[in-house]
């Protein structure tokens, strides 16, 4: 990952649903500082050359062995500073819906070092699940997120989110 903070890193995550509205997070941890531990959607950054899209179901294919052939609007764009691993980032992320008929992996799930390191576990939420929970989410505002958008209340066009 670069180090500058002055050229974000673009990256793509899923909001995944499952027939039941959970919605599946990654609990991860900061090899470099263990105490700091949060949960977030997965995803990451694009590879060269490729599409947001792609990007966003390639890295949930590998982080969660769940595959989609096609992902739903794109829900928000979040911006982000932070300290990981000692070193500064900056990052820009695309964040889209995602309905899945399984909760199970379909493919091999394919970590990087980098994940494999920094994963704690996996884990399907229920909105009422979500409020009650006392640990660092990304974005903070994800439980009111996902209320709004199981309750038709989502913006029709992304939303802009810094933190």
């Known amino acids: 990952m670069p180090a500058s903070t002055s050229t974000p890193r673009i990256g793509a995550r899923v909001l995944l649903l499952d027939p039941d509205d ?11 500082d263990p105490a700091h531990h949060w949960w977030e959607l997965p995803g990451g950054g694009l590879d060269e050359g490729e599409d947001l899209d792609a ?42 819906l995602g309905h899945t008929p399984t909760t199970a992996p379909q493919v091999a799930l394919k970590p990087t070092e980098n994940e494999k390191a920094g994963l704690i576990e996996r884990r399907w939420w229920a909105a009422d699940e979500l409020r009650q929970c006392r ?3 990304l974005p903070a505002t994800l439980p009111s997120l996902l209320d709004d958008l199981l309750a038709d209340r989502f913006s029709p066009e992304p939303l802009t989110l810094i933190d």
């Open 55 to 96: 990007a966003a179901r390639r890295e949930l294919a590998e982080e969660t062995g769940i595959t989609l052939t096609t992902l739903g609007r794109k829900l928000w764009v979040r911006e982000s500073r932070f300290r990981y691993k000692d070193r500064d980032h900056h990052r820009i992320e695309h964040v889209f």
């Open 22 to 32: 959970r919605m599946l997070l990654i609990h991860a941890l900061d090899p470099t």
């Open 135 to 137: 640990d660092k989410l």
